[in-house]
């Protein structure tokens, strides 16, 4: 059941400048609730929603049992969950999105990342507070549904690889490719991948922001990875990936790559 409380406004948020709401972008917070209710309220940063763990013990400490979404920024107003970001050929998509930050403690330690995993409620709940969103917002389609990494491949890894998009989109939220259509596309890259400039072409149709480098280019392949491939975010190309990218493309722009 999906239990909103608003009992913690943020600090920092303004006007959307005329903006619809167009995205959602799920985060993780990289704390326990203490902190992670702390930073976003208190100035700097701010989202829409925080999405609680019912077993962080901060959690429990502060009185609270059943799994809760704290809404910190009304939807009507601009939160600052997105910073420098790009999609489908915008940028800045605070004026145009949602933020919704789960506290799950991944770690950064100087490039090694550790993902915990997503408790079962919490993605039940996440499913949930997405369809409320979606509701209220119908021009929010499939592949509107983020994560911060695929809006900001270039600085930010959340809400990593263990969150279960599959399931998410299984459950009616967000994007995911026909097995057929990969299998068909991976039969012909195990021949010979697509020129770069072809799959260049194919992020961006797809929604993705255009690499400036070589070094970016991998960290959009590891990006789009987490999201669609978490079993191997090496940020190299392969046969698997360019099928699952062409897949999506034919299955969501009628374009195939």
């Known amino acids: 059941m999906l239990v909103i409380d608003s009992t913690y406004p943020a600090a920092d948020f303004n006007g959307r400048n005329g903006e619809a709401?167009?995205?959602?972008?799920?985060?993780?917070t990289a704390s326990a609730f203490g902190p992670s209710l702390k930073t976003l309220t208190c100035g700097g940063v701010s989202s829409h929603y925080l999405l609680a763990d019912p077993h962080d013990p901060g959690y429990r400490a502060?009185?609270?049992?059943e799994l809760r979404v704290f809404r910190l920024v009304d939807e009507a107003h601009r939160a600052w969950h997105a910073g420098a970001?790009?999609?489908?050929?915008?940028?800045?998509?605070n004026s145009r999105s949602i933020g919704i930050e789960i506290v799950n403690q991944a770690r950064d330690d100087a490039g090694v990342f550790t993902f915990p995993a997503y408790g079962a409620q919490q993605i039940d709940v996440l499913i949930d507070?997405?369809?409320?969103?979606?509701?209220?917002?119908?021009a929010i389609g499939p592949t509107d549904i983020l994560g911060h990494s695929d809006i900001a491949y270039w600085r930010k890894s959340d809400p990593g690889p263990r969150l279960p998009w599959r399931c998410l989109f299984e459950a009616g939220v967000g994007a995911w490719y026909e097995?057929?259509?990969?299998?068909?596309f991976?039969?012909?890259?195990d021949i010979s991948l697509p020129p770069e400039v072809e799959v260049e072409r194919a992020f961006q149709r797809y929604g993705y922001?255009?690499?400036?480098?070589?070094?970016?280019?991998?960290?959009?392949?590891?990006?789009?990875?987490?999201?669609?491939r978490p079993c191997d975010y090496s940020g190299w190309l392969d046969a698997q990936t360019c099928a699952i990218l062409y897949a999506l493309n034919e299955k969501y722009t009628g374009v195939a790559g």
């Open 21 to 28: 709401v167009r995205q959602v972008i799920v985060h993780y």
């Open 209 to 228: 922001a255009p690499a400036k480098n070589r070094l970016g280019f991998q960290q959009r392949v590891r990006a789009f990875q987490m999201h669609f």
């Open 85 to 93: 970001s790009h999609w489908a050929g915008r940028d800045n998509l």
């Open 129 to 138: 507070l997405i369809r409320d969103i979606q509701g209220r917002y119908p």
């Open 62 to 65: 502060a009185g609270y049992q």
């Open 186 to 189: 991976q039969r012909r890259f």
């Open 179 to 184: 097995d057929v259509a990969k299998m068909a």
